[in-house]
């Protein structure tokens, strides 16, 4: 089973680590599926717009709801976030050289969002790498029956991973 995770330290935001991934191997030709998630803050104060990038190359859809600048609670837009995974489902392939998925979340954890994919992905045999927090990491690893490889949340480090594990030819 080729699936890796990997978790912020302390102060550090795995989205922009796991873009920048995305991007370095898709202009080396990888041929990618996932999400890739961003964040932009509001000019209100309200907490920051959720968006995730469907790869390879779009669309970007928002995934968060504004509930309101003293709202507490999920701000997930989950009938947003299900038309995000059916877009990643329908890119999927076993052609497909790496999925990166930008967080097994509490919709994971739960059973829903990106786990079929996840695992769809893995019977293909397609490599996948996962950004994960404290929060759902027992539930991964009951999901991944402890197999994950933890990956250093460095570039370097899913960087090396992914071209090992890869099948995309003339990766350098």
């Known amino acids: 089973m080729n699936i890796a995770f990997t978790m912020a330290r302390e102060g550090q935001i795995i989205d922009p680590l796991l873009a920048g991934l995305a991007a370095r191997l898709s202009d080396e030709g990888a ?30 859809r928002r995934i968060s709801q504004f509930r309101g600048i003293g709202a507490r609670g999920c ?7 299900e038309t995000a995974v059916h ?19 509490k919709q ?31 539930a991964f690893h009951a999901f991944t029956d402890g197999a994950a490889t933890f990956l250093d949340p460095t570039p370097e480090a899913l960087l090396d991973w992914a071209r090992v594990v890869m099948r995309a030819p003339n990766l350098t």
Not at 75 to 81: C, E, G, I
Not at 87 to 105: E, H, P, W, Y
Not at 111 to 133: Q, T
């Open 31 to 60: 041929r990618l599926a996932g999400i890739v998630q961003h964040n932009t803050d509001r000019p209100d104060a309200a907490p920051c717009d959720m968006d995730v990038i469907v790869l390879p190359d779009g669309p970007v």
């Open 87 to 105: 877009l990643v489902a329908s890119r999927l392939s076993r052609a497909t050289d790496l999925m990166i998925v930008n967080k097994f979340g």
């Open 75 to 81: 701000r997930l837009d989950t009938h947003a976030f």
């Open 108 to 138: 994971e954890a739960a059973g829903r969002g990106l786990r079929d994919v996840i695992a769809m992905a893995v019977a293909w045999d397609v490599p996948v790498i996962v950004g994960l927090n404290r929060l759902n990491e027992e």
